[in-house]
């Protein structure tokens, strides 16, 4: 028995020891790699920025670190204008998200059996196929010579055709076609597993059938909600794909202006700082989201 447990516990060791390497050496590793660029100055050379230690007369290296690139980011309004732009266009485009996804995770999850498999096999389905692939179709959907500007020109709906393509329309288009199961499918499964006699029991004690779904079924399904909310919203905002391929000139988004820092200008710092911001934004938005749960749940 001793030896059973004793077993079990340096396998959960490994395990563990095993799991927290990969964690250090692929994601804490990097995060560190980009702070320490973005504490460092651009340059001519490789790699394109100054070391941040370096060796001088005495035993301990001298940090040779700044801001410099913080500083650019808080007082240029081009980076403030996308940082606000992707929070606006992200966090409009999980909404919507949201808006589509919730009927659709409450049908499946109200189907039968064989009609909830063949549905969430839908909802799957776009997955089969290249995430760069399905955005360039759009390309061709919504281009003025496209099918949608060709059918709504043959139905009288349009005498011109509109201009889809090049727009922020088409990035919430993009987005939120993207990510929807993203959003649909952590909804559904808190769905599928909540009691549904609750909602019998509140009909029967006189609620109606929306009143129910207020005070019952949404609030139970908070956790999907927020679960979805932010596998739809992270993503999106640090898009690139969606916003370089289906969006205009107009269109700032952090995603495309890290694009060109890193290959166009060759300003690593600047971008990395960038990177840094990006990724506390997106810790602050869990964080709070985690906590807003946690308090409801405590309530």
Do not use: C
């Amino acid at each position: 028995m001793s030896m059973t447990g004793g077993a079990g516990r340096g396998l959960r060791r490994v395990i563990l020891g095993a799991t927290t390497a990969w964690l250090l050496a692929f994601t804490l590793l990097p995060m560190l790699i980009v702070v320490a660029v973005s504490l460092s100055e651009p340059r001519l050379g490789a790699p394109p920025f100054t070391p941040l230690f370096e060796w001088g007369a005495g035993f301990w290296p001298i940090f040779n670190g700044h801001i410099t690139s913080y500083v650019t980011i808080a007082s240029d309004s081009l980076y403030v204008a996308a940082f606000v732009s992707s929070l606006r266009i992200a966090a409009t485009s999980a909404f919507i998200t949201l808006l589509i996804a919730y009927p659709m995770a409450y049908a499946i999850a109200r189907a039968s059996a064989r009609a909830r498999f063949a549905l969430l096999m839908l909802v799957i389905l776009p997955f089969w196929t290249s995430f760069l692939i399905r955005t360039y179709a759009w390309t061709g959907l919504l281009n003025t010579n496209g099918p949608i500007n060709n059918t709504l020109i043959n139905l009288g709906v349009v005498s011109e055709p509109l201009t889809l393509l090049h727009t922020e329309f088409a990035v919430h288009l993009g987005i939120v076609y993207s990510y929807l199961p993203f959003m649909v499918l952590p909804i559904y499964a808190v769905l599928e597993r909540m009691d549904w006699s609750l909602i019998e029991a509140a009909q029967d004690l006189g609620s109606r059938p929306y009143r129910a779904f207020v005070r019952v079924t949404l609030p139970l399904s908070l956790p999907g909600v927020f679960a979805g909310w932010l596998l739809v919203f992270i993503p999106a905002l640090g898009e690139f794909i969606i916003p370089d391929l289906l969006g205009g000139p107009d269109t700032l988004m952090l995603g495309r202006v890290l694009w060109t820092e890193f290959f166009n200008n060759r300003d690593w710092p600047l971008a990395s700082a960038l990177a840094v911001v990006l990724l506390m934004t997106v810790l602050l938005s869990a964080l709070l989201l985690v906590k807003a749960l946690q308090r409801r749940e405590a309530a």
